[in-house]
């Protein structure tokens, strides 16, 4: 099998953590997800805000339909119609915005890779196991724990 190189353009490599900080010592499977998602640790916090800011503009309407029509009742609308207008504009457009990314971009490519990561890591590290560990194991029982 040959290897590529990987460069920090390649946007579909897989990026494995430093062995040297493997949580051997340990078979808590949060501290085995934070080792391999350290790699994706800025992509995952952006991530995070990314979603949280979408879902807060995408749940606002109501709240904002809420508020236009007690300013119509209350005949302030007449005071601030530009504010109105431009302040919906504004508004429609990052609605739009925010729910075409929540449709059609994948958010989830990095987690992808990680999940990818953790199965070469855990097929290599079977391999480097000795035969005999192999043999005592059972046929096959190792491989279908993964």
Known sequence: M??????????????????????????????????????????????AAWRITRYTILSLPPVLIGLL?????????????????????????????FLYNAIFISEINFIERAARSMTIFSINHLNTLSMLWHESQGSGKSYNAL
Do not use: C, V
């Open 2 to 47: 040959t290897q590529r190189t990987i460069t920090k353009k390649d946007k579909h490599a897989i990026i494995f953590p430093p062995e040297n900080k493997a949580p051997y010592h340990t078979g808590n499977i949060f501290t085995w997800m934070g080792y391999f998602l350290s790699p994706y640790k800025w992509q995952l916090i952006a991530f």
């Open 69 to 97: 029509i007690n300013a119509i009742n209350d005949g302030s609308i007449h005071d601030h119609m530009n504010g109105y207008i431009y302040g919906m504009i504004a508004f429609a457009f990052l609605y739009l915005l």
